[in-house]
Every structure is written in structure tokens, then in C-alpha cells.
């Protein structure tokens, strides 16, 4: 069986025993039968639990090898203890994929480590292969397939995630995943293994990392440079500190390393870094929506002149540049600005249209200024920083059809927005279109864009 | 008249006279008399305009010579070229303070820069003081008065703002400000005599500086060093970078100078700096409604063990410390987790609460962490990662009270939190106590502290 085959088991099961299901529903509990019936899901579903007849309408089985006919995936979600004697039934039921839920292993103490230990080599032996423990599994909205304890969501977001955590998935306001693998303490299925899987997963653009320690190095950089020519891989990187790497022991015991090794690692690979879960997400929705940015070339424009400024020092600190306009954009701007405005990149808005438009004038001089820049040739990208002018003006500032119509139109041009003061309902509007993204600040809306040219340089390059 | 007598004039006017004001009402339009009788502003108001009888229902003069009675404040939102004439007027009538509203000056061409040295000349002759031009003005919750055009705020909150640009203050999701000074071009007032004003001011709490170039740096100096002693001054400075600087050029028209030099004074005064706009929200809240932070010491307990480790990271960066937690608060974690869970700083909720949990012990498990938390003597603050409980759980997830009370309880002692996942109904809550703050993430909170203390220890050291 190869990786993707294997791989499929876990994510793509035609039938799933669960060993461990209780029918007492705790704060996060597991209810795992309930959570696949309500996806649809479409395989077998054999509770496993010597205690009960039936389990959420479903027959229930007192043991795995009193299950009739083939399974393809088993999770265990019971005490550490009972772990080991549960994997070695599994192995003896000829099941290939085994996902270990329980906590306790190596990221407790040393008889979790020993614990540990005994259920790889029992696997090993049987030639299955074990995602965990300490792990909520994996989750599969193409698929309608569940083993993790999260309301599930149902959108087919193109978005892969591979974790150490489950919870790390549901950490993001915005973010959201089509596919998920919590590699927990990764035990045996780790990064490589579960990057490959996604390598030619067609519904999956765009790949998120959250790393605590890579297991197989060699085999993850020869993984990662693959892939990542294919799609681009993002990455969080948890205890880069010493004191961040004492709390990954307690977590999913990983072996973390020292940072630059990690940065070495991912620059070799092309693997695009994230410095923070904010920036994650950042790049999360900017790869997943823009097109690519084939020049390091930006166009601001801003209702208001001080941020305006602020994204001016953000394009030298991330490495963007600002374009000297061109004559026909300059002459088109012109014509709404009073005359002693100097017109420039970024051009403020405020002078132009705040200060002069009336309401009958608002939306057709916003107009022009946006052909204007999405017609700059000496831009490869454009950054709108505006309040939510629905919320500002009433619904005569709803122009958001304008913003999505231009950001549609393009092709090799992100068109992104920083919105000032508190976002509304016309933030949403231009939140629902999946051609742009409005940042939470004009110098995160720039560093994402870098990283985005980054990327566009880095494929020209290999 | 002394600084604070003078900058009175400015922020509490007893009679105001509105030069320029018109009837056609444009996107940003200046509706000056609209906004005062709205806000029950309880001084005089005469509109000048030489072509109307009446505005808002107030008699129109068509001079500010033929108004009768004194004239604390003229506000000049009339075209540049019309500006210099009307400062003459003001001046002859014995107005000792003038905003100037237009633009068109050191922000524009060389006309421009002509026009402003000419009103700076005619006010200092008459003993007149300017603010703009280039600005919105002033508001000022405390005094139901303000002359710029955003919807005003009614709170009285106790921060100060003093900006370049008046759209500045609109520039934040939640910060608000009970006061502010819109300083614009600069021409006149600038930044040490807007500082000064708030320096012994009761109502303001926290003094929030955006810098686009210092005018008279000692005098600067000289009164930053004096006020940072006695308040929080935190400022984000635009135009760090040569790209930012030229930017200002054409929006102030600032000489901004070498960004060390302001680091260098920064730091010599004691004002916090903000690295962006989101830090300068972070800290203006963290400096507005936390304790003071006595010591480096976090203890951190997390709902999702990857955060807990970025939060560690993030404490090592920001010099910050993780301490041992005293054997009193270990044995009452504890009693609450599984027996091989390790129990340290930071604490993992999922293994103890998460996971075990049923919907009767989850709200008491909480409250018996927090309050080994809050009792913990090896701490100064405590930062809690949780999602939000009402949205995940429903009504019995509602445990704000017990933070809220928490949070109440400590005197010094900041209780901060980061919320995992889509903020919604219990992170409200939590936002609505003013004595804790919800921040955007984990690194967004630590880096709040570590202000917080460095503040503390320079108070100490002076």
C-alpha cells in the first residue's frame, strides 16, 4: 500500500469501528456515532462497547473482532491503559489504520512514553499504521467524515490542515479547513506522511502546518520540496523559545529542536513561514483567494492620509514597493482633486473625494479611481484602505459591487482592503467574495502581499 | 495666558464662531452647527456666512466682525486662498484662538506653504494662537463640544488623543477617546502644547500620541519627560521609513527626520512606544483599564495546548517569565486532572476540564482554577485561552461572572484573555468589564504585559 492509499484509510474510510464511545456526553466529549450521522457520513459505523446493545440507533459490537466483515479505520478513545491490549486487537482484525485518541502518552510521563512505545511496535509488527495519541483525528467535509469532537463545518473549503492539535483548528476567527489531520504526538503518521497525502489531493489548494517537532526529518524536506512547488505549504512553527519548548514537552512531547534548523529547513523547502497565528491566517485567506502577485509593485490608495503613511513604512519593512503612477492614472485622478493636491502613490481619497464629493458624485468619483489603479500598468497590486462606508454613510455608501466587480475582473492583480474603525456591513459584503480579503490592518494586508510575491519569485526561480 | 488657559480656548470655548459653513451637507461634510446643537453643546454658536439668514435654525452673520460680544474660538473652513484675509479678521476682533480647517497648505505645493508662513505671521503679531491647518479640530466628550464631522462618540472615556489627522482617531476597531486634538499641518500648537494641556487633567487617564514629525523637539522633550512621569503617553509614529517619510510629505508636510533619533527620545522620556495601530489599541486598552503589572511573572493557563506553547514563545520574546507554580495551586489543579497529567505553568484546561468534564463540574472546575490561578503567589498577571464558552456550549457555557468577578477582585494583578476561535456572545461579555482586556491573540496580550511592566519598573526607577 502506498502513502496516499494508506492515507486514504484515515481520511476516506468505507467502514469505522469506534472503541470507546460513552453515552454520556461531557463538555468536549466524543460523540462520535452522533457526529458522523449527523455529517451523512455514507460508511459502516461500529460502535465498539461491551456495555451496550445499541449506540445512538446504531448496533453496538463488545468487541472489534466481533465485528462481521472488513474495517477500515478503528479509533480508540479510551484510557491509556487499555490502549495497548485494544491496538493488538485491531492488528489482529486485520485493520490498516488506527487513530488513538486518548491522552497520556508521551506527553505525560515516562510510563505514557513506554505506553507509547508498545503500541508502535505492536503496529509496526501488523503493518498498520496509528495517527496519535493524543490527537482528535482527522476531519473530511469532502468526504462528510468526522473523528474529531468539533462542530463540524460544512463548507468545501480548498484549505488542507495538518496539526499536533486538534483544538489549534477552531483557534482562528476566519479560518476555516475542507480537510484536517491532527498528527497529535505523532507517534507513527507524522508530517511527511500526512503532507503527501495532500500533494495530489485535487480538492486541496492551499497547505497550513501548525509544527511542534518534525519526526523523519530527511523524509519531511524531501516531502515539502515536492509539494511545495505544487502548493503553497504555510507554516507555524510552536516553541521556537526555549521556554516555548518546555511547554511543547508537556503538549505532545515532540523533540523541537533548535529554530534556525526549522527556518534553514522551510526556506530550503519553500515552505512560507508564518510568525504568529494571526499571520497564519493572513496568508491562509491570501493564498487561498488572490490570484498571484508577479511583481513587487503596489498601489495604495486611502480615505485616510495617516495610515496611508503606515502602509508606506510597512511596504519597506516587507520589501514592497511603491510605483511612481503612471500619466493616464495621474490625469484621470486629477480631474477630482483639487488643484493644488500633489497626486501620488498612495493617493489620498480624503482630499478627492471625502473633502469635495457629494452623495450624488461619492460612488461615481470612487469609480474612477478604482479603474483608474486596477489600470495602472506599474502596479502589480492594489491596496484599498477605507472606512466601512456602509456604516459611516447608510446604504447610499453601499458601493461594495463596485470593489467586487473590480476584484473579479482580475487576474494577476490582488486587490486587497484595510478597513478603518469598526468593521460592518459593508466589510462583510466584501468579506463574502472569494477574490479578495479585507486584512485588519494595511501593514498585515502588506505583509501578506510579500509573502505572496515571494512565492511567485520562488516558482519562477525552480 | 498660560499653555493650559490657552489650549482651554481650544477644547472648552464659551462662544465659538463657524466661518464657512455651508447648507449642502457632502460625504464628509462639515455640519459644524449640526453637530454642536446635537450635542447639547452648551456655549454660543454664530455661523458666518455672507450668503444666509439662518443655519440649523441659529442667525447667520455675514462677517465675524459683526458678531457682537466676545469670541473664544474661530473655526475657518473656508478655501486656502480665502484663509489668510479671515485669520486677519479674527485676529482684529480679538479671537486669541483659531482652528483652521482647509487644506491646501505645507501639505500641497509651494503656494500652500506660502499661505500658512503668512496666517503663522498675522496670528503671532496679534497674540493669536492656530491649530491646523489641515485639520479636524478638537473634540472633547467632557464639554458636548466638537468640531469635527464623525458621528461623535458620547462616552466619557478617559483617554486623551493628539494626531496629524483627524480620520485618525475613526482608525480603530474598539479604541475610543474622550478627548481629542487633530493637530494637522502643525502650523502653530503642536505637540508638546496639546501634551501640556492633558498633563493635569482630571478626566484623561492615558495620553495616545500619533507623530508624523515632532515641532520643536526640546520643548518636545522637556514636557514628555514631565507628563510620561504622571501618565501612560503610548504614540505610534508614522514615517519611519524613507518610503513613509515621503508619504508625509504630502499629507502634513512633517519634517520627520531619522526614526532613531525618535526612538532614542522616545525612550529618554519614558513614552511607550506602539509598533503599529493594533499595538497602539492593545496597549491603550491594556493601559486604560488594567492594574499596573508589578513584576514579570505570567502564569498561563490554555483551553488548547498549541497556543499555551506559542504563548510561551511569546513570553520569551517580550521578556516575560513563566514561573513555577507554588505546590498550594499544583495540588488544587490536581484534584482536577488525570493522574498522569503533568501540572505546570502553563496549565492545559483541555486535560482537566475539556476532557473530563460534564456540564455540571465544567463551571465549578473553572472557578477552582481561576481561583488557584488568582491566588498564586509566584505570579503578577494571569492570561487566560479559552474559546468562547457560549458559542461552543450554549447558555450553561456562560461563566463570564466568574471571570468578571475576578477580574474585579485583583488590585494588582492583571486578568487578561485571548479568545480561541470566533469571538461572539461571552467574549462581549467579558469586553464589557472595564477591568480586563480580550486580545486578538496570545503574542497580542503578552506583548501588552510586557509594557505594562516595563512601565511599572520605570516608574520605579524615577
Known amino acids: 500500500m502506498n502513502t496516499t492509499e494508506q492515507m486514504k484509510l484515515f481520511m476516506e474510510p468505507k467502514s469505522i469501528a469506534l472503541i470507546g464511545v460513552t453515552r454520556s456526553a461531557g463538555v468536549g466529549a466524543f460523540d462520535f456515532p452522533g457526529t458522523l450521522l449527523n455529517l451523512n457520513f455514507s460508511g459502516k459505523i461500529y460502535p465498539v462497547n461491551p456495555k451496550a446493545e445499541q449506540i445512538s440507533g446504531l448496533k453496538a459490537y463488545p468487541h472489534v473482532k466481533a465485528i462481521p466483515g472488513d474495517i477500515d479505520l478503528a479509533v480508540i478513545a479510551t484510557p491509556r491503559d487499555t490502549v ?3 491496538v493488538q486487537d485491531c492488528v489482529e482484525k486485520g485493520i490498516k489504520a488506527i487513530i488513538v485518541v486518548a491522552q497520556g502518552f508521551a506527553d505525560a510521563d515516562e510510563e505514557g512514553k513506554a505506553l507509547q512505545a ?13 495517527i496519535g495519541p493524543n490527537t482528535f483525528g482527522v476531519a473530511n467535509v469532502f468526504y462528510n467524515f468526522s473523528t474529531t469532537p468539533a462542530p463540524p463545518q ?7 490542515g495538518i496539526s499536533q492539535t486538534g483544538l489549534f483548528f477552531l483557534g482562528f476567527p476566519r479560518l476555516r479547513f475542507g480537510k484536517v489531520i491532527d498528527l497529535g504526538n505523532a507517534c507513527d503518521i507524522g508530517l511527511a506522511d500526512a503532507l503527501a497525502y495532500f500533494e495530489d489531493d485535487p480538492d486541496i489548494k492551499v497547505i497550513v502546518l501548525h509544527i511542534e517537532g518534525i519526526q523523519e526529518g530527511k523524509k519531511f524536506l524531501q516531502v515539502a520540496k515536492r509539494v511545495a512547488r505544487k502548493k503553497p505549504v504555510i507554516a507555524l512553527k510552536g516553541g521556537k523559545s526555549e521556554t516555548g519548548a518546555q511547554a511543547v514537552q ?18 530550503q523547502c519553500g515552505i512560507i513561514r508564518a510568525s504568529d497565528a494571526e499571520e497564519l491566517e493572513d496568508l491562509s485567506l491570501a493564498f487561498l483567494r488572490l490570484p498571484p502577485m508577479k511583481g513587487k509593485r503596489l498601489a495604495i490608495t486611502s480615505w485616510a492620509g495617516a495610515t496611508m503613511v503606515l502602509a508606506a513604512d510597512a511596504c519597506e519593512r516587507y520589501g514592497l514597493e511603491l510605483p511612481k503612477l503612471s500619466p493616464v492614472t495621474v490625469s484621470k485622478i486629477r480631474q ?3 488643484p493644488w493636491l500633489p497626486i501620488h502613490n498612495p493617493i489620498d481619497l480624503w482630499a478627492s473625494i471625502g473633502l469635495i464629493a457629494d452623495r450624488q458624485s461619492f460612488k461615481e468619483r470612487m469609480r474612477i479611481v478604482l479603474e483608474a489603479l486596477l489600470a495602472e500598468e506599474n502596479a502589480d497590486a492594489v491596496l484599498a484602505i477605507i472606512p466601512d462606508f456602509v456604516e459611516m454613510f ?17 487576474e494577476h492583480h ?5 478597513i478603518l ?29 510579500s509573502k505572496l510575491w515571494g512565492y511567485s519569485q520562488r516558482l519562477e526561480g525552480t
Chains 1, 2 share one sequence.
Open 421 to 449: 474603525g469598526a468593521p460592518g456591513r459593508f466589510t462583510a459584503k466584501l468579506e463574502q467574495n472569494n477574490r479578495t480579503v479585507v486584512f485588519a490592518s494595511p501593514e498585515r494586508g502588506v505583509r501578506a502581499l
Open 84 to 86: 495497548p491490549p485494544l
Open 250 to 267: 508537556s503538549h505532545t512531547g515532540s523533540l523541537v529542536g533548535k529554530d534556525e534548523v526549522y527556518e534553514a529547513a522551510f526556506n
Open 414 to 418: 490582488p486587490l486587497i482592503f484595510s
Open 394 to 410: 447608510g446604504e447610499y455608501g453601499d458601493i461594495s459591487s463596485l470593489f467586487l466587480d473590480a476584484a473579479d475582473a482580475l
Open 118 to 130: 508498545q503500541i508502535v511496535k505492536t503496529a509496526k509488527e501488523g503493518g498498520t499504521r496509528i
Open 154 to 160: 460544512t463548507e468545501k473549503i480548498p484549505i488542507g
Open 336 to 338: 477630482l482633486a483639487p
